[in-house]
């Protein structure tokens, strides 16, 4: 008993010293380089006001981003880990796409070894892997998939409306969104990319939505410490063996890709998803061979960002147009336009021509940009212009961290004028730069899912406003504020709406892929 506690004593004392020593290196990393930046602390460095539940992740950086309005970049530490942090826009792009052959990767958010099926993902993947695999999905994300993919998101969103109807019947109802628009998202991904009818409004235990909403969710506190913990002390969280996911999770979608898999092979099942794509590579001596792991890795990643980033963006649009009746009532007035237009029978043409559906939801994902900041991994010595007018050109050297502050450039008064404020005419009238609007990111690693998630987004806010009104409840927090312990953008108190049915002047008529009958 006395050597395990003298073994475990002189561990606690190595580890120690070994981030004390790293400490003391790191840093000094900008002072040495002569670039602006604010004074770390031991260990936390500028993330103290996040670490101590002060200060939103999202609107830490954004203060820290505003502190630097004259330069081009400047350096934070990330907990032990310098990050150059690129405030110019042109500098961005250059980056981002002209050197991307410099820093085409990204930072792994989850160990190989431990959590070997999640470590094999599109956005963990990197080099000439994840070129591979980039270049085979892409085609389940072209015009013509997203064309066949409409009716099945159609019958997913018929099933949220008519529960809600079902559920609320004339009267006003009070749902949290979250749960609502989760069972859709699930649905969705289940029938799209998994090809497995699922209802989860009829059947809220089925195993895809349990498994979503107990495993995979961003706004756990546990989810984001094991997080942040393998993005800055990958070393430790290896050696104490914190997986990310866990076998449970791997296990249960091995299991649905491998049963998919068979049962296509020996029932002949052809379907437009990414299974079916990887399918018809694995043999393929032009391509990469891909086992049942690799295939689970990329259906993964996508259920993933599908289930619990979309749901949330969804939840923060439909709060928008809940606590701004005109915006509300613009959008009722196209859709009724669409309506007509199509005869009662909205088609994936009519929809995707609605100019002012569009700018809601680009304005929403302009505010509430989730992806707080996109990341790139140097992997070939760069230099880069001064961060200052009185400054020197910078040699960024590979393994170097760099940052594109997303979410605080979106609110940046400089690129937009009055930047709290809900206002989606400005994406009707000229007034957005696009360099400087990136909420699916930005050059060849830009969320290869995007047109997946508008094209789901865009359904489901036609016919939720089709065949309801959105109203504030009185759980409805205004204005809101960020939760303060959680790494994804979250609101205080969650997301609550009425829903309230009403009588279409148009009968509903299930949609169509195209403008015939």
Excluded at 139 to 166: A, R
Excluded at 465 to 476: A, F, N, Q, R
């Amino acid at each position: 008993m006395e050597s395990s506690t003298l073994l475990l004593t002189i561990l606690t004392a190595i580890i120690c010293l070994y981030y004390f020593v790293l400490n003391k290196f790191k840093s000094s990393y900008f002072e040495r380089l002569n670039i602006p930046h604010l004074r770390p602390i031991p260990l936390l460095g500028n993330m103290a006001p996040f670490a101590f539940r002060r200060i939103s992740h999202a609107e830490l950086l954004q203060k820290m981003y505003n502190l630097f309005p004259d330069t081009k970049f400047f350096g934070l530490y990330d907990f032990l880990t310098p990050i150059f942090v690129i405030r110019d826009p042109d500098l961005i792009s250059t980056i981002a796409i002209k050197q991307f052959d410099n820093f085409c990767d990204h930072q792994s958010f989850v160990n190989e070894i431990l959590d070997p099926i999640a470590g094999k993902n599109l956005f963990n993947l990197k080099g000439d892997h994840w070129r591979e695999m980039r270049k085979l999905l892409s085609p389940s994300f072209t015009s013509s998939k997203m064309k066949m993919m409409f009716e099945l998101m159609c019958q997913c969103t018929e099933n949220l409306t008519n529960f809600v109807i079902t559920q609320s019947g004339e009267a006003a109802k009070t749902y949290d969104m979250k749960d609502l628009l989760s069972k859709y998202t699930n649905d969705t991904i289940a029938t799209c990319a998994f090809g497995i009818e699922v209802d989860s409004f009829k059947n809220p235990n089925n195993e895809f939505f349990l498994l979503g909403k107990e495993a995979l969710n961003f706004n756990k506190p546990w989810f984001a410490f094991k997080l942040q913990m393998h993005r800055n002390f990958p070393q430790l969280a290896k050696l104490i063996k914190l997986r990310m996911f866990g076998p449970k999770v791997e296990n249960f979608f091995k299991n649905v890709v491998a049963t998919t898999v068979k049962a296509r092979n020996e029932q002949g099942i052809v379907r437009p998803d990414m299974i079916q794509l990887m399918m018809e590579n694995r043999n393929n001596d032009n391509g990469p061979e891909f086992d049942i792991n690799e295939m689970t890795a990329q259906a993964f990643v996508f259920f993933l960002a599908g289930f619990d980033t979309l749901s949330t963006v969804m939840c923060f649009i439909t709060r928008e147009i809940g606590i701004n009746p005109d915006v509300q009532g613009r959008l009722k007035e196209e859709i009724d336009d669409v309506l007509k237009q199509t005869n009662g029978k909205p088609t994936y043409e009519a929809i995707n021509r609605m100019k002012y559906l569009d700018a809601v939801i680009n304005e929403t994902q302009r505010l509430y940009s989730l992806a707080r900041i996109l990341d790139r991994k140097c992997v070939k010595e760069t230099e880069l212009p001064p961060a200052t007018t009185d400054g020197k050109p910078i040699v960024v050297k590979p393994g170097d961290r760099i940052w594109f502050p997303v979410f605080a450039l979106h609110r940046d008064s400089k690129y937009y004028q009055h930047p709290d404020k809900f206002d989606p005419d400005r994406f009707l009238n000229g007034d957005v730069d696009n360099s400087v609007y990136m909420p699916f990111g930005i050059g060849p690693r830009i969320c290869i899912g995007n047109r997946f998630a508008l094209m789901e987004i865009k359904i489901m806010l036609f016919y939720l406003l089709w065949h309801c009104d959105i109203e504030p409840d009185v759980k409805t927090r205004i204005p809101l504020k960020f939760e303060k312990k959680i790494l994804s953008l979250w609101p205080v108190g969650g997301f609550w709406l009425k829903l309230r049915p009403k009588k279409s002047k148009i009968s509903v008529t299930p949609c169509l892929s195209n403008g015939q009958n």
